[in-house]
């Protein structure tokens, strides 16, 4: 069955009980409203209780589908004890009120269990979220509920610890439905939470008829009892859903973000109401709003802090992956991208004095084969820092791949540059030591010098002086050899 068609079931079902509340005599109305609970979260418990023996989720989520067992075992057996109460003995129904906070003050636990593990600032985000929350909802309570002790029923305490429970509980569920997303499918801590809501918005608005003398099912309070039940009885046939990497980015950017603000604006409209009425405020609820207002502030701080360490670290990822992009994991020298780009902006800039170098080098093979590869990386991190500590910082020196280096020297005649390329290759020569071993590369060079008055592009340097490092290795390795001039080919 769909979740829509369920869902329009039990709001249909609680509209049914709604009317026949006041047709009903006064126990049989309490008896369809404990029956109707005890059948739905038994129902839930049940089907938690069996997620949680499943061995094919995580530890964490097994647990919290036990707590929403344990919960809705406790919220099931509550109201059959108040049934039997109204039925045949009535000193039952005070335990079932009783089991009926315990049910609820173990709810949240079961939807923080079922919620993401926050860190850091994160999770001070939560509990000032929470605590703020906490505050604007005891308004609420404050001034519809506890404000009026005349018309408190029962024991004021226990009044009390009842509204605060589902204080908690509410803005618990509330915060945790802001850290979630409506899109991909709604999950079983979402609609633990909805129920949490629902239940509190529930129980306070029947503790307010009860002040106000209104029938226990008046203003909706009894399709809210029949509602709740039904709406945890779904969420126990829906999956726990654990966020990614973008938890922090929906607890800032996501479209349930300010739902946290809701109960805090209420609670600021209460408060205006009230002083437009009486011309003054309760203390209580002064700084039940003060201390709202200041975690809001708090929060808004964190939330800043939090957005800036977002800033800097995708800066900081953007340009490792820039570096990562345009230079080489090994030797750290600019990758062929980078080397073209940076020659190509060379080459506008200047069109005499340019020479190109190809260097591959001579003896690697050998030394692979013998220390191995990790040998041959130590040889070419060493080589790379032997050329560059002899080119100027102006020279452009670039690791093309495997043992091939290309370097672009501009400002210099051609016997300069041929000087600079005996001077790469006997520093080159010069024997290294590695994993303890004593071990020789040479290279062989090809140059290639952009002609006076003509302009190529660096690929087609390149290419010339590819084909002149060719011609050295061909000529014994170790040489140096330029391309000829009368061959350079039209600008590509």
Request: glycine fraction near 10%; charge should be neutral.
């Given at each position: 069955?769909?979740?829509?068609?369920?869902?329009?079931?039990?709001?249909?079902?609680?509209?049914?009980?709604?009317?026949?509340?006041?047709?009903?005599?006064?126990?049989?109305?309490?008896?369809?409203?404990?029956?109707?609970?005890?059948?739905?979260?038994?129902?839930?418990?049940?089907?938690?209780?069996?997620?949680?023996?499943?061995?094919?989720?995580?530890?964490?989520?097994?647990?919290?589908?036990?707590?929403?067992?344990?919960?809705?075992?406790?919220?099931?057996?509550?109201?059959?004890?108040?049934?039997?109460?109204?039925?045949?003995?009535?000193?039952?129904?005070?335990?079932?009120?009783?089991?009926?906070?315990?049910?609820?003050?173990?709810?949240?636990?079961?939807?923080?269990?079922?919620?993401?593990?926050?860190?850091?600032?994160?999770?001070?985000?939560?509990?000032?979220?929470?605590?703020?929350?906490?505050?604007?909802?005891?308004?609420?309570?404050?001034?519809?509920?506890?404000?009026?002790?005349?018309?408190?029923?029962?024991?004021?305490?226990?009044?009390?610890?009842?509204?605060?429970?589902?204080?908690?509980?509410?803005?618990?569920?509330?915060?945790?439905?802001?850290?979630?997303?409506?899109?991909?499918?709604?999950?079983?801590?979402?609609?633990?939470?909805?129920?949490?809501?629902?239940?509190?918005?529930?129980?306070?608005?029947?503790?307010?008829?009860?002040?106000?003398?209104?029938?226990?099912?008046?203003?909706?309070a009894g399709a809210g009892y029949v509602l709740s039940a039904w709406v945890v009885a779904v969420s126990s046939r829906l999956r726990i859903s654990r966020p990614g990497g973008d938890l922090v980015e929906r607890l800032v950017f996501g479209p349930w973000a300010l739902l946290p603000y809701v109960p805090v604006v209420i609670a600021v409209g209460i408060a205006a109401v009230r002083e437009a009425q009486d011309g003054r405020l309760s203390p209580i609820l002064v700084w039940l709003l003060l201390s709202s207002f200041s975690l809001v502030l708090l929060r808004q701080f964190l939330t800043l802090v939090t957005v800036g360490r977002m800033t800097v670290i995708l800066e900081e990822q953007k340009l490792a992956l820039d570096h990562q992009a345009h230079h080489d994991g090994l030797t750290g020298l600019p990758n062929r991208v980078a080397f073209h780009s940076r020659a190509a902006e060379i080459l506008a800039r200047q069109r005499t004095g340019v020479?190109?170098?190809?260097?591959?080098?001579?003896?690697?093979?050998?030394?692979?084969?013998?220390?191995?590869?990790?040998?041959?990386?130590?040889?070419?991190?060493?080589?790379?820092?032997?050329?560059?500590?002899?080119?100027?910082?102006?020279?452009?020196?670039?690791?093309?791949?495997?043992?091939?280096?290309?370097?672009?020297?501009?400002e210099l005649s051609e016997a300069d540059a041929a000087a600079v390329a005996q001077r790469l290759l006997d520093r080159l020569a010069e024997p290294m030591t590695v994993h303890d071993a004593v071990v020789r590369v040479g290279g062989s060079i090809g140059l290639a010098a952009l002609p006076p008055g003509r302009s190529g592009s660096v690929s087609a340097l390149l290419r010339q002086a590819d084909t002149a490092m060719y011609a050295a290795k061909a000529s014994g390795k170790g040489a140096i050899r330029w391309h000829q001039p009368d061959t350079w080919p039209a600008s590509a």
């Open positions: 069955m769909r979740l829509r068609t369920v869902l329009a079931a039990g709001v249909g079902l609680a509209a049914v009980a709604q009317l026949l509340y006041p047709v009903l005599p006064g126990p049989a109305g309490f008896a369809l409203s404990d029956l109707i609970v005890a059948s739905a979260s038994g129902y839930a418990a049940w089907h938690y209780w069996r997620r949680s023996r499943r061995r094919g989720d995580s530890r964490s989520i097994r647990v919290g589908y036990a707590f929403g067992a344990c919960s809705c075992t406790t919220w099931s057996l509550a109201n059959l004890l108040m049934l039997i109460g109204v039925l045949a003995f009535p000193v039952l129904d005070r335990l079932g009120v009783l089991l009926s906070m315990l049910a609820a003050a173990m709810l949240p636990i079961a939807v923080v269990l079922a919620g993401p593990r926050l860190r850091g600032i994160a999770s001070v985000r939560r509990a000032i979220d929470v605590a703020a929350v906490s505050g604007a909802v005891f308004v609420l309570a404050w001034e519809y509920v506890l404000s009026d002790e005349a018309g408190l029923p029962g024991d004021r305490l226990v009044t009390t610890t009842i509204v605060a429970v589902l204080v908690v509980g509410s803005a618990v569920a509330l915060v945790t439905l802001s850290e979630s997303s409506p899109r991909g499918g709604l999950t079983a801590q979402q609609f633990l939470a909805g129920a949490a809501l629902l239940q509190s918005a529930t129980v306070l608005i029947s503790l307010h008829n009860s002040v106000t003398g209104h029938a226990w099912y008046g203003n909706g020479c190109a170098m190809m260097l591959d080098l001579d003896g690697f093979k050998p030394v692979n084969d013998t220390f191995g590869h990790a040998a041959g990386d130590e040889v070419l991190i060493i080589v790379a820092r032997r050329l560059a500590a002899e080119l100027r910082e102006s020279d452009l020196l670039s690791r093309f791949g495997g043992d091939e280096f290309a370097i672009l020297v501009t």
